[in-house]
């Protein structure tokens, strides 16, 4: 940052979206294939050379009107037993001084025995100084909250989409 430049305070951000997949189940199709459905989330694919993904995030979704580019980072995870944590961190791939950054924790927890939780608790700061984080308070945080509700709901998609592991699949008896 430039001498002088104020930077605002960090806004905090939570949202969440309901996983219909037992923990489990959940637990394993994010910890093997978190790149995976994070870069379906943000409408990229993922990159086996380069830790950041390109992708586009927005209110409507990767594909939906106002959706800008950025870089994202999965920043690796943890396997706590009743939970796991992943990070995620992006950056805009253009437009920096105009659109935030965004670290991020991103939680799967258990709901019950049919379902899972995916919570987004992060961090952002409004650019433009004080005049960016006045706007954000009177009604840009709204996009913030509607684009990391589409990126967790992408997520939480993703997980449900993948096939069941064959550890997971009924079993049918031969005739």
């Known amino acids: ?28 199709r994010l910890l093997e294939h978190r790149e995976a459905i994070v870069a379906g989330a943000l409408g990229a694919a993922p990159k086996d050379t380069d830790p950041a993904l390109t992708g586009r995030v927005g209110p409507f979704g990767p594909a939906g009107p106002g959706a800008q580019p950025v870089w ?32 991020a924790e991103v939680v799967l927890a258990s709901l019950g025995v049919a379902s899972s939780e995916l919570r987004l608790c992060g961090a952002y700061h409004p650019p433009g100084g004080s005049l960016g984080r006045s706007l954000d308070r009177l009604g840009l945080h709204r996009v913030g909250e509607r684009t990391l509700r589409a990126v967790v709901r992408g997520m939480a998609r993703g997980i449900q989409a993948m096939d069941p592991p064959v550890a997971q699949q009924s079993l049918v008896p031969c005739p």
């Not at 949202?15 to 489990?24: G, L, M, N, Q």
């Not at 939970?83 to 950054?101: C, D, E, F, T």
């Open 1 to 28: 940052m430039s001498p002088g430049v104020e930077r605002p305070a960090a806004v905090l951000i939570e949202v969440a979206a309901t996983v219909e997949v037992p923990f489990e189940v959940a637990r394993a």
């Open 72 to 103: 994202a980072e999965v920043l690796g995870s943890q396997d706590l037993g009743d939970r796991v944590v992943l990070g995620l961190r992006w950056r805009p791939a253009r437009a920096p001084q105009v659109l935030p950054s965004l670290e």
